[in-house]
């Protein structure tokens, strides 16, 4: 029957990245913050940032989902001793990661001290691994996804979903940076790199 064949097509797994993008984006944009802090008050706002992370992960399990019940198939194993180097790339890559969120604000990251009402604000950071690159979540989380040591079909389609979503997602986030940040932000732009260090602008 054509109705099964498709709901196992490996193909569904970029459509489901990028329905999960367009909801992701469209949740994180200034307009739809505006019109759900005028939908629903001003107190509304405290909650915005830890109800979309919680609806971030959420949403992304049944893309995970997909990867696991459509049938797959072996593309690669990393051999030794390239696994151990492999391994230890990944490892300092999530130890990066780890420290870029650190230095982005952890808790504030995710919401939890605007739900408890403390008082926040956004800021320019350009110190530490942002003096480098002005994306560092993205590099070292996309290090990290491409040198899986086991790659499969769908998990490639996910990675090469994930890539796509994320160099347009950094995109859409500089216009919004710009948009609270300004000419700051736009001089930022011009003296550090994208998202690969020591790259041309």
């Known amino acids: 029957m054509l109705f099964p064949q498709v709901l196992l097509s490996p193909l569904l797994i970029p459509v489901a990245v990028l329905v999960y993008g367009i909801l992701h984006s469209l949740t ?25 992370s919680l609806f971030s992960v959420l949403s992304l399990l049944p893309v995970a989902a997909l990867v696991l019940m459509i049938p797959d198939r072996l593309l690669y194993t990393i051999p030794l001793p390239y696994l151990f180097i ?7 890559a999530l130890a990066l990661l780890g420290y870029s969120l650190k230095q982005t604000g952890a808790l504030q990251f995710i919401g939890l001290p605007q739900a408890f009402g403390l008082e926040t604000r956004d800021l320019l950071n350009t110190k530490g691994l942002y003096r480098y690159i002005r994306h560092p979540l993205y590099t070292f989380s996309l290090l990290a996804l491409w040198l899986f040591p086991v790659m499969t079909r769908n998990l490639l389609l996910l990675i090469s979903s994930i890539t796509a979503y994320m160099l347009i997602g950094a995109i859409l986030e500089e216009r919004k940076l710009l948009k609270i940040f300004g000419a700051d932000y736009a001089e930022y732009q011009t003296k550090t790199p994208f998202i690969i260090p020591f790259s041309k602008r």
């Open 28 to 52: 994180a944009s200034l307009g739809i913050k505006r019109h759900l802090a005028n939908r629903f008050g001003e107190s509304f706002d405290r909650y915005y940032r830890l109800i979309y």
């Open 86 to 92: 492999t391994i230890a790339i990944q490892i300092t």
